[in-house]
């Protein structure tokens, strides 16, 4: 209960494209609240963006039509589709859950993005 992994992290040149992935394990994925973070050398962790069970959807204007979260409650797993990658995209992408109710907090491990030529 509790433990995210992250995956699909790598090196992107400018203008390109990732996907992450966070999966969740125990079964109270699909009435929780999840998002992504990151954070860039130097600087504090940041929002990124996050979904409701609903689903509703938020984004940080600095990856407003350009990235874009989604989840799979079948497979307990979330995603960050990431386009039009630009450099000060850098980072370390962690996700992290919100149960419904209890309002317990889990974060992944991290997967670093690095978009350079």
């Known amino acids: 209960q509790g433990q995210l992994v992250e995956s699909g992290g790598g090196l992107v040149q400018p203008g390109g494209s990732l996907r992450l992935s966070c999966t969740a394990s125990?079964?109270?994925?699909?009435?929780?609240?999840m998002s992504w973070h990151r954070q860039a050398p130097g600087k504090e962790r940041e929002l990124v963006a996050y979904?409701?069970?609903?689903?509703?959807?938020y984004y940080d204007t600095s990856v407003k039509g350009r990235f874009t979260i989604s989840r799979d409650d079948a497979e307990s797993t979330m995603y960050l589709q990431m386009n039009s990658l630009k450099p000060e995209d850098t980072a370390v992408y962690y996700c992290?859950?919100?149960?419904?109710?209890?309002?317990?907090?889990?974060w992944g491990k991290g997967t670093l993005v690095t978009v350079a030529q």
């Open positions: 992290k859950q919100i149960t419904a109710g209890s309002f317990n907090t889990y």
């Open positions: 125990g079964d109270t994925f699909k009435i929780s609240t």
């Open positions: 979904i409701t069970s609903g689903p509703s959807t």
